[in-house]
């Protein structure tokens, strides 16, 4: 069966002022729709993929024939990286981290600033495209990493928490160049009820 694009679980002007109406029209219609595509036609060609899920696909890229592994490392990100960004973000969301998800911030980092400024730096030292994340390594450590392009920590055996996507396609309408301030005003729209879910379920498969 094809995968099929998911909804976004609110308005396309729910993140205003932060991450604009038309922002999130292109990133969800156009460029999630399209890594879509090719990850479906990538895995037209290998049958014997039918059965797993997106993410289990991405954990096991050895599976993968090594003709459709590269489009498969593309957009197959590309498609399981957007479904977790949408998921993570949600109007009236913000502020603190609170939960489990917020005492291993505060176990690890220190506290939610030094957690902040740790994961911000990382998304704007990302050199060219790319995500920042929150995952929990495979020692069940929280850690912030980055990748390029559409890869994601799945296929490093991470599971993801959260993560932010530093494409210009992400923030340029608004910031233009300036992802730093992007960087800094994305977790005003974090939905830390989600995330602290994700970190729950990351638990629970990591035994």
């Known amino acids: ?62 599976s993968v024939p090594e003709s459709i592994r590269t489009a498969v490392v593309n957009n197959g990100g590309g498609y399981v990286n957007h479904a977790m960004f949408w998921e993570i973000m949600g109007s009236n969301a913000g502020g603190d981290p609170s939960g489990e998800i917020g005492d291993a911030i505060k176990a690890i980092f220190g506290d939610f600033d ?8 990382a998304g704007a030292g990302q050199f060219g495209s790319g995500w920042v994340w929150l ?33 210009e396609h992400a923030y340029y309408l608004t910031y233009e160049n300036r992802r730093p301030e992007y960087l800094k005003n994305w977790w005003n729209v974090v939905n830390w009820e989600k995330v602290n879910a994700r970190y729950q379920a990351a638990k629970l498969r990591l035994g």
């Open 1 to 62: 069966m094809a995968f099929e694009l998911p909804p976004l679980p609110y308005a396309y002007d729910a993140l205003e002022p932060y991450i604009n109406k038309r922002t999130m029209e292109l990133h969800h219609d156009m460029h999630h729709a399209a890594y879509l595509s090719k990850f479906n036609d990538a895995l037209g060609k290998a049958p014997e993929l039918a059965s797993k899920s997106a993410e289990d696909i991405m954990r096991d890229l050895a």
């Open 135 to 167: 995952v929990l390594d495979k020692g069940g450590k929280l850690a912030v990493t980055s990748t390029p392009n559409q890869n994601t920590p799945l296929s490093d055996g991470h599971e993801v928490i959260m993560g932010n996507d530093v494409w």
């Open 114 to 121: 030094s957690f902040k400024t740790k994961f911000n730096d």
